[in-house]
C-alpha cells in the first residue's frame, strides 16, 4: 500500500472543500472497499479525509413522507430499520443479497454507490485496463467476460456496477444528496448519477472534484409489492450475474431494475410498460440493445426468466 | 515495524523481518514521495479485551495487524487479507467486522474483542466450548474468526436483524440452521466443518433461550 496522510473532517462542507484543494485526496468510511484497492495499489490516495464523524448516521423523514438516509447509515443498519423494511421492502432485500454480515456492519450507504466494479481484469494490475489506467485498453473484451455488461457497454469497457442497493434504490426513484466545496448543495437523481462507460470509464459518476455524498432520499412508498431476485454462482456472499428489483402493483402495472447487466443499474422507463404484457415483453425492451459476448449472452435469457420468476411470484 | 523484542526469535519473526526490509529496500519507488522513506505515523489508543492501549504506528496499518503484529494478540487470524474470508473477524463495539479492511487509526477511542478476550483455556466462552464439543473445526485456522462471528449472529438475531433467507422481513428472524449458514456466509471454512459448526452455534443459541 503506498503512503498517505490522514485527517478528521469537522463537517461535510469542510470534507468537500478539503478534498478539493488536495490533489490525490479521497473520502474514506466504511473503507471496505477502498482498502482493498488500496493493498493492490490499484487506488493510490495520498491523502485520506475520515469523515466517519461528520453526523450523517441518521435515517429521517421527510417533509413530503420519504426517508431520508445519511451517507453514513451502515448496510445493516439500513437493511434493519422498520420503515426500510415495510416501505422499501426492496431495499431491504438487495442490502440483505450483497456481501457479508461483516461488510454490511461497516460498508455505508454513500461508500455502496461508489463502490468500484469487481471485473477481474480491473483488478489484475498486469493487465490492461482503461478504468484503472485510462487509454491502456481493455482486457475484458475478448477475455474472460462471463461476468461483464451486456447493455450500456462501450469499446472500452464492459465492466458492471457491482452495487445491489444501488439497484432497489434506482427502482426506488432515490436521488443523490450532496454537498460542493463551496458549501453548496445539490440532490442528483440516481440515474442522473452513474454514467455509462464511453470513451471515459474511469469517470463513473457525476460527482464534481470534492463534491461529498451526504444522504441518499427516498421519495413517499409506493407500496406494491416489492421484490429483489439475484443469481449468482453460489448461494450467498457472491456477486450478481443478473438481478431484478421489481415494484408490482395490484393492477399489474410496476417498475423494474436490473443489476449486473451493466455499467449501472438499468432502467429503461418504456420497458415499465410492458409489465403487464410479461417477462418477455419487458426484457426486449429493458435490454434491446443488447452487446453479448459468447461467454455472456446466457445473460439475456437469465435476466428474462429471472423477470419471469420474480412477476409470477408478484402475482402470488 | 514496532520492535518485536517480546518475541523469541522463531521462523515467524524471521518472515516479518525480511519482509521489513524488502519494504525498505523498495521504498525509493516512490512509496513515502513526501519524506524520503518516512511513512506517516499517527497515535491513537484502541481498548482491547478491556484493556486500553496507546500506539503509535504507520498510518496503513490495518486493525488486524495492530492487533496480531503490535499488540501480539495473534489469535486472530489473517487469511485472505481482502474481507473474503472472514478469519480476521473481530467485535468492535460489539459488532463484527472484518479487521483486515480497515485502518487501526479509524478505531481511535473503539472497543476491540477478540478471540483472546470472549474466554480462556481455563473459562472458556461457551461458544468456544460449543465448537470443542461439536468439532466445529479440523486445522482451527478459521475457527476464531468463525467463534467472534457465530457470537454476533446471535446478537444481531436477537436484535431482529433480518438475513437474507428471512421470509417475513417484518417479523422476529427465526434461528434455525438456515438461518446461520446464510448469517456465517462471510466466514469460510477450508476443511469443510460447516455442518458441526452449525450444531455448535445450535447448541449455544438453545442454552441461551
Known amino acids: 500500500m503506498k503512503s498517505f496522510t490522514y485527517e478528521r473532517a469537522q463537517s461535510p462542507a469542510d470534507a468537500a472543500a478539503a478534498a478539493a484543494r488536495t490533489e490525490g485526496a479521497k473520502f474514506i468510511a466504511g473503507g471496505t472497499n477502498l482498502l482493498d484497492l488500496m493493498k493492490l495499489e490499484i487506488e493510490t490516495p495520498t491523502h485520506l479525509i475520515d ?3 461528520l453526523a450523517l448516521d441518521k435515517i429521517e423523514a421527510t417533509p413530503d413522507g420519504g426517508l431520508r438516509i445519511g451517507a453514513l447509515v451502515r448496510n445493516t443498519d439500513l437493511a434493519a430499520d422498520a420503515r426500510v423494511r415495510r416501505d422499501y421492502a426492496v431495499l431491504s432485500r ?3 443479497a450483497g456481501a457479508s454480515g461483516q461488510l454490511r456492519n461497516k460498508a455505508t450507504t454513500a461508500g455502496n454507490l461508489l463502490q468500484r466494479t469487481r471485473c477481474p481484469y480491473f483488478y489484475d494490475t498486469n493487465q490492461p485496463c482503461n478504468k484503472r489506467l485510462p487509454g491502456s485498453g481493455c482486457a475484458a473484451i475478448g477475455g474472460f467476460s462471463r461476468q461483464h455488461a451486456i447493455v450500456g457497454t462501450s469499446k472500452a469497457c464492459i465492466a458492471t456496477h457491482p452495487s445491489d442497493m444501488a439497484v432497489a434504490m434506482r427502482v426506488l426513484d432515490a436521488t443523490v444528496d450532496t454537498v460542493q466545496p463551496d458549501g453548496k448543495t445539490r440532490s442528483i437523481a440516481l440515474d442522473d448519477f452513474y454514467r455509462l462507460p464511453g470513451e471515459t470509464p474511469h469517470i463513473e459518476t457525476t460527482l464534481t472534484k470534492g463534491e461529498l455524498i451526504t444522504a441518499v432520499t427516498l421519495p413517499k412508498p409506493v407500496g406494491g409489492t416489492q421484490i429483489y431476485r439475484k443469481v449468482r454462482d453460489r448461494a450467498s456472499y457472491a456477486f450478481a450475474l443478473v438481478s431484478v428489483a421489481a415494484i408490482v402493483q395490484r393492477d399489474g402495472s410496476g ?5 449486473g447487466v451493466a455499467h449501472r443499474p438499468w432502467h429503461v422507463a418504456a420497458a415499465d410498460s410492458e409489465i403487464p404484457r410479461g417477462a418477455r415483453a419487458v ?5 434491446a440493445d443488447a452487446a453479448t459476448t459468447h461467454e455472456n449472452a446466457f445473460k439475456v435469457k437469465l435476466a428474462e426468466r429471472t423477470l419471469a420468476a420474480v412477476l409470477a411470484k408478484a402475482k402470488g | ?3 518485536s523484542k517480546d518475541f523469541d526469535l522463531s521462523r515467524r519473526t524471521v518472515l516479518v523481518g525480511a519482509t521489513a526490509s524488502a519494504a525498505i529496500a523498495a521504498a525509493p519507488a516512490g512509496a513515502h514521495a513526501k519524506q524520503a522513506g518516512e511513512p506517516a505515523l499517527s497515535k491513537f489508543s484502541l481498548k482491547v479485551n478491556g484493556t486500553a492501549h496507546q500506539l503509535e504506528l504507520d498510518l496503513r496499518t490495518s486493525l488486524l495487524d495492530a492487533l496480531r503484529e503490535h499488540l501480539h494478540l495473534t489469535g486472530t487470524k489473517k487469511g485472505c487479507d481482502h474481507g473474503q474470508c472472514g478469519a480476521c473477524t473481530v467485535l468492535v463495539n460489539g459488532r463484527r467486522i472484518n479487521s483486515c479492511l ?22 472458556l466462552h461457551p461458544m468456544q466450548a460449543a465448537f470443542v464439543k ?8 478459521c475457527t476464531p474468526g468463525q467463534i467472534c462471528s457465530a457470537v454476533a449472529v446471535l446478537d444481531e438475531i436477537k436484535a431482529g436483524i433480518p438475513s437474507h433467507v428471512t421470509a417475513d422481513l417484518n417479523a422476529q428472524p427465526q434461528l434455525n440452521a438456515t438461518e446461520l449458514r446464510e448469517r456465517m456466509s462471510g466466514n469460510i471454512c477450508r476443511c469443510g466443518a460447516y455442518s458441526n459448526i452449525v450444531d455448535a452455534i445450535t447448541d449455544v443459541a438453545g442454552s441461551q433461550a
Do not use: W
Open chain 1, 51 to 53: 469523515v466517519n464523524a
Open chain 2, 102 to 123: 480497515t485502518l487501526a487509526v479509524m478505531h481511535d477511542g473503539d472497543e476491540i474483542k477478540t478471540i483472546e478476550g470472549l474466554g480462556t483455556p481455563d473459562r
Open chain 2, 1 to 3: 515495524m514496532q520492535s
Open chain 1, 94 to 96: 438487495a442490502l440483505l
Open chain 1, 283 to 287: 426484457t426486449a425492451r429493458l435490454l
Open chain 1, 255 to 259: 417498475r423494474v431494475a436490473m443489476g
Open chain 2, 134 to 141: 461439536h468439532d466445529g473445526y479440523q486445522c482451527g485456522y
